[in-house]
């Protein structure tokens, strides 16, 4: 097919010709400019959906107009216990500008509920095995009105170690228990608040995973699970979005749950930054000059500022969607309005695909993308951003761009340092590992304390991080790292490495064959491809 | 649901600064207010009070040192005394400054079949009450020697303290058939980097300068029970 034709497939998608411009690409903190090969096929994310101009209102007609529920106000009544449940900061991804939307969905549903005489309100972030969220986090989440009110008895983390405060609802008829925060079982309503970022989140999920155990996570975040899941990104081909669903359902039988959910648009960066998502080719001088700006800005930085500074780039999301009522319904139309920010027809997999790995990931904020969150990223949701079938033909090469440092955050990652150093030289076959170590870092005491009085990540957590990766592991041939400053990271991964992209793209062309079609995700980006012949 | 081990393994723990937040001073203060007579008491105290900045000066240098020193304080102190305040100084002094995440801690360990172990510079007959109250299985404390029935200011051997707890704890190990490699030490201080040094799992607790460097240089867990 001629060059000129394929250019036009889709507006997210660009060939790679003799007079294209170079590509950024993230390299952790860092952003390279990189010639990629003529033919490369570079996917971007979908042009931006307007926001709605007042979310406010959007959210107010939400929960006065739910899907099969009855409006909010009509389920309130003075006297009764209510508690509202949110999502953590891994989402969305970076943290969102302030007002953060949740703050804008508890000052609607604070505000109704006070109208209705419900004072027995409790706050409870729904952080399931992540971190728990720090005060300063927890206070811009919310704003500091509703913080100065509820902070610290009646806004807090969910505590999944904290027994006395824990409830078993039920199990489903496959055996899998659920036990959730007592609190929120025992409330008259529970009112979810969501952000569903990417279409993996929200729906059942938001309660039987954000509010649960352990024992009830470690059911459905186990290999296997991840394994029949093709992709975790299309819930309608994820079984762990089908077992997930079956706790739902538990859920939904002893509980009165309002889920409110809302969608955003991929507005990511600020002006200035909005550069880093867009097609090169297209740079006007003013981005030109913006882009010299930021790369002379970080060549100057060391790592630890550059990573403080992007920290500090709030993502500017909008509201796109925001509807309210029964969990299924809500979620089935948020959904919807996911895949249509997200979605990027491609037609045809690729033998080698380039992604960079910036540095965002849902659990490194404020914090070190350390070597397992680089493979949770490369492995699990880059690979898995796909519907239909991979992007990556089976036994096709990943080329991944990270300098893939041997750093760990002692405060948030304790367990994974472990997990990285100990386990890994021992092992990288998740069915062993979760077998033989899994439940010893789940009852760690040390992780179980630093878990629930810091702000460590759960023991048992890398272990999700690395089954999370056992999609992309069984379907990728090798993985190269291109930019690798040490040569112990990749080998623990069981990854190759290359001085630079030019050298890991000739490296796999020697294993894929000079006609090698080639792909390239533009991160950061969000967008799911749905890939057909 | 406890983890079936090949060998048994123990969790073992340094008291002062880890599990609760008074130290060996505390305990002598609350020993110097209750002494016989009012200018007895006024005389104990006001010499515990003057030590003080040297018992801090002889701790940074050493703790075998800081031992033979602090505990010549207690000299002529008769031993049914000490012992009758024994009671009041756990309800008074030590209980209520058990760390609040202490007892959850020790509470995990056992879950997952730990034996509990207590190494402390603390004199026995104070934290026998403690103890059990900790719910520990077996604890090793510092004895004073008495001659007929009072205090000499010595301390009989072993001295616990630095590399004495892990020499302790390597022995007690072999006699038990504890797994060091699977066991947990948990402590304060860097004078008892030789006993986290010799298990699988160290963990530096409420850790002083020193010991946080330590520890993230070496990638120990470091938590906080405060």
Redesign the interface.
């Known amino acids: 097919m001629a060059l000129q034709l394929r250019r036009k497939t889709h507006e997210s998608i660009v060939y790679i010709d003799k007079d294209s411009a170079p590509r950024i690409i993230p390299f952790g903190e860092d952003f390279i400019l990189e010639y990629l090969p003529v033919g490369t096929r570079v996917i971007y994310p979908n042009p931006t959906i307007k926001g709605l101009p007042n979310r406010e209102a959007a959210i107010r007609y939400a929960v006065n107009h739910p899907l099969d529920a009855d409006p909010l106000y009509a389920q309130l009544r003075p006297g009764m216990k209510v508690t509202i449940a949110m999502d953590d900061i891994s989402l969305p991804l970076p943290p969102m500008a302030t007002p953060d939307l949740r703050q804008t969905m508890l000052e609607v549903v604070l505000d109704i509920c006070a109208a209705n005489g419900v004072d027995d309100i409790h706050l409870v972030i729904a952080n399931s095995l992540h971190r728990k969220m720090t005060e300063w986090e927890m206070r811009r989440m919310v704003g500091k009105k509703i913080f100065d009110e509820f902070y610290p008895d009646r806004y807090y983390n969910h505590d999944a170690?904290d027994e006395k405060n824990l409830v078993t609802i039920g199990y489903t008829k496959h055996g899998e228990p659920l036990r959730i925060n007592r609190r929120c079982a025992e409330s008259d309503l529970l009112i979810y608040l969501n952000i569903n970022l990417v279409p993996m989140d929200g729906g059942h999920k938001s309660v039987a995973v954000g509010l649960c155990d352990y024992e009830s996570l470690r059911a459905h975040h186990e290999p296997q699970t991840i394994l029949n899941s093709n992709s975790y990104m299309d819930p309608q081909r994820s079984e762990l979005n089908h077992k997930i669903t079956r706790l739902g359902k538990l859920v939904d039988e002893n509980l009165n749950v309002f889920h409110i959910e809302t969608a955003l648009n991929n507005r990511m960066f600020p002006e200035g930054y909005d550069i880093l998502t867009r097609n090169e080719d297209e740079f006007s001088l003013s981005d030109r000059l913006k882009w010299e700006a930021i790369k002379r800005t970080f060549s100057k930085l060391p790592r630890i500022a550059r990573r403080k500074l992007l920290h500090q780039i709030p993502a500017q999301y909008e509201l796109i969607a925001c509807y309210a009522g029964a969990t299924e319904p809500v979620h089935q139309k948020i959904l919807e309005k996911n895949f249509q920010q997200y979605e990027i027809p491609v037609k045809g997999q690729c033998d080698i695909l380039i992604t960079g790995i910036p540095d965002i990931s849902p659990y490194n904020v404020y914090s070190a993308l350390n070597p397992l969150l680089v493979q949770v990223m490369a492995l699990g949701y880059h690979f898995n951003m796909y519907r239909n079938k991979p992007l990556l033909k089976k036994g096709g090469v990943l080329i991944i761009t990270h300098p893939c440092f041997d750093e760990?955050d002692?405060?948030f990652h304790?367990s994974y340092?472990?997990f990285f150093?100990r386990l890994l030289p021992e092992s990288r076959d998740a069915f062993y590992l979760r077998e033989k170590y899994e439940?010893?870092f789940a009852?760690?005491?040390?992780?179980?304390?630093?878990y629930?009085?810091?702000n460590a990540y759960h023991g048992a957590h890398p272990f999700f991080m690395w089954y999370w990766g056992e999609n992309g592991r069984q379907h990728v041939g090798r993985v190269i790292v291109a930019g690798a400053e040490n040569a112990h990271v990749p080998e623990i991964l069981g990854w190759e490495r290359a001085d630079n992209l030019t050298e890991a793209i000739a490296m796999a062309r020697s294993y894929m064959g000079r006609n090698a079609e080639i792909t390239m995700l533009h991160q950061p980006m969000i967008g799911i491809c749905n890939v057909t012949d | 649901?406890a983890?079936s081990r090949e060998k048994k393994a123990a969790?073992f723990y340094d008291l002062e600064g880890t599990l609760i937040r008074t130290n060996l001073v505390h305990t002598l203060a609350f020993y110097a207010l209750r002494q016989q007579g009012l200018w007895q008491t006024f005389k104990k105290s006001a010499e515990t009070l003057v030590k003080l900045p040297a018992f801090g000066l002889v701790d940074l240098y050493s703790r075998n040192v800081f031992n033979e020193f602090f505990f010549q304080s207690y000299k002529g102190q008769s031993y049914d005394r000490l012992r009758y305040f024994a009671d009041e100084l756990f309800e008074k002094v030590l209980k209520p400054a058990v760390y609040?995440?202490a007892r959850?801690?020790i509470q995990?360990?056992k879950?997952?079949g730990?034996r509990q172990v207590v190494l402390t510079g603390a004199l026995d007959f104070t934290i026998e009450k403690l103890m059990k109250y900790l719910e520990i299985d077996d604890y090793k404390a510092n004895q004073l020697e008495f001659v007929n029935g009072y205090a000499t200011g010595r301390v009989l051997p072993p001295v616990m303290a630095s590399a004495t707890k892990a020499k302790w704890i390597r022995e007690y190990a072999e006699r038990e058939g504890i797994s060091l490699s699977e066991s947990?030490a948990?402590s304060d201080s860097i004078s008892d980097l030789p006993m986290l040094s010799i298990v699988g799992?160290p963990?530096a607790v409420n850790p002083d300068f020193r010991l946080r460097q330590v520890?993230?240089q070496h990638?120990w867990?470091?938590?906080?029970?405060t």
């Open positions: 170690e760990f002692h405060r304790p340092i472990e150093h439940r010893e009852e760690n005491p040390a992780y179980i304390e630093m629930r009085r810091g | 649901m983890k969790a609040p995440g959850d801690l995990k360990s879950k997952i730990l947990f948990y799992h963990v520890a993230l990638d867990a470091i938590l906080d029970l």
